[in-house]
Structure formats: C-alpha cells, structure tokens
C-alpha cells in the first residue's frame, strides 16, 4: 500500500497497542514515533563486509527526544518508562516497526539488523516474533530480510531466550547474538543455536585467547563475527572475515544516560 497509508493503517489501531496516545507520523520524508512525552526516530548504522568492502547491512539505532524540553535521551533510557510488561513488550516491538517502516525507503536497503530487549523475550510466552512477522509484512519486508540480535550471555539449554531463538528461526529470522563467551564460552549452545553473526565487545578484545576462541568456534559454523568500527583486535585468525558496524554519530554520545533523568525529562513515574 502507499507509504502514508500505511502509516494511517498502523495508527488506525492494528499494532496490538495499549490504551494512550502513542502515534506515527511523517516529516520529511521518515517516520517518527511517539511515546510518552518522546519524539523517537531511526538512525541507520552501515555493516561493512570486510572481505568485500561491500554493505552487508545496517544496524538501526534509535533517536529519542523529549517533547517536553527538546531535550536528547540516550535510547536506553526509554525502556524504563514503561508501567508494566504488555506495555513494555509494545514499546519494544513500536521501536523495530518505526525501524521497519524507515528502513522501506533507505538508499541502500539490504539485511536490517533489530535488537530485541532481553525483557520482551522474557514476558513474550510463546511464537516469538509472529506478531512483529505479520508487521513486517505490512510494511512490505520479510522476516528473511531482517537480522534479530539477542543478549545471550549465561544462557543454558531449557533457557527461555533459547526457546525465543527457536522461534525466531521457524519465522524465517536471521539470528545475532551478543555477549556470547562471557564467562565460559558453551560450545554445544553455539552449535546448537547456529547464528548468523556473533558480535564481540568490548571484555572479548582485551582478552587475546577468548577472542581466538570465539573467532574459531564461529567460523566453523559458518557465522560472522561483528565489531564496531574503532575495534582493532590483533587476535582474530586470517580469513575470518568479519563485519564492522559503524558507530553512532557523535552527538548521540553525550546524551544523559541516567534512568532519574529519563523520568525526570518526561514527567512520569519510573516503571516497576
């Protein structure tokens, strides 16, 4: 359907929301979304194929600002302000739909990377990813065209999140993972869960074995590693042929970061 249409269809109520005001609209050519007292917004990150030199994708990142005072908030901060678990399980699937709806009309469209809140895959009971699948299609994607990245760090088999991971891969999800080896690296879950992409950060670099480790384990499945660009590990093994993620623009890096400051710029009351 036509892209304002398709705006004017998400607000029309068929994005599953809870009671209030949240909205989408439209100013200069993107979508923005609103959400208690906050303008939020995509931003496109590029993933570069080492190997190529060619787009393998984009991370989105999101924007927030408050309504009320103009004011930037880091993007982490907007996950304290839900009240409860449905609303929470909203806010984070409107986030990967306003993403979605953005991503229809970036220049170089290819695999869209979305992160999902650990807390949503927690409360999410079953089917994880079907709700947001039927989205997708809404807004002209597949579940084919979209990279999900989870926190796995001390997952163990009968794991709720491995449960998510299955889930998201009968949907047709490509996986990412994220903290995976911290602590000690569970091979059999590796192989078991077969990612796409494993992204390092920043305790793996400093540690030359675990990062020779991960990079082995990942390559024989067949998975990439990811790191932000600035990462310079010297131990990653010849041919591994990883990914680099561009970091934020630098006016995102200042932002205030503390959950008082969040509830403090938008007039509510911290979540419970």
Known sequence: MPFTDLVHYLNAGRTAKPAGPTTFSTAQGRV???????????QFLPIVDTTTGRIYGHAAHLQAI??????????????VLPYDDEEF????????????????????????LLKVHPRHVLNVPANHGQVFAAL?????????????????????????VQRAITNYQAQGYHLAIHRFGRGDPND???????????????????????????????????ARLLLEDGATPQSIPHGTGELRQARPEACNTALPQA??????????????
């Open 188 to 222: 059999a879950l590796l192989e078991q869960l077969r990612p796409d992409i494993v992204r390092l950060d920043a305790s793996q670099l400093q540690s030359p074995q675990r990062l020779r480790d991960i990079a082995r384990k990942t390559r024989a499945i067949g």
């Open 66 to 79: 408050s309504l009320r005072h103009g004011t930037p908030l880091d993007p982490h901060s907007v996950f």
């Open 259 to 272: 959950r008082s400051e969040a509830v403090r710029l938008n007039g509510l009351r911290p979540a419970a």
């Open 32 to 42: 923005l979304a609103h959400f208690a007292n906050l303008q939020l917004s995509s």
């Open 136 to 160: 997708l299609r809404t807004c002209g994607l597949s579940p084919q065209q979209v990279t999900l990245e989870l926190e796995v760090g001390g997952l163990s088999s009968g794991d709720p």
């Open 89 to 112: 399980i909203y806010l984070d699937r409107l986030v990967r739909t306003l993403h979605a709806l953005n991503y229809l009309h970036h220049p170089e469209r290819s695999n869209l």
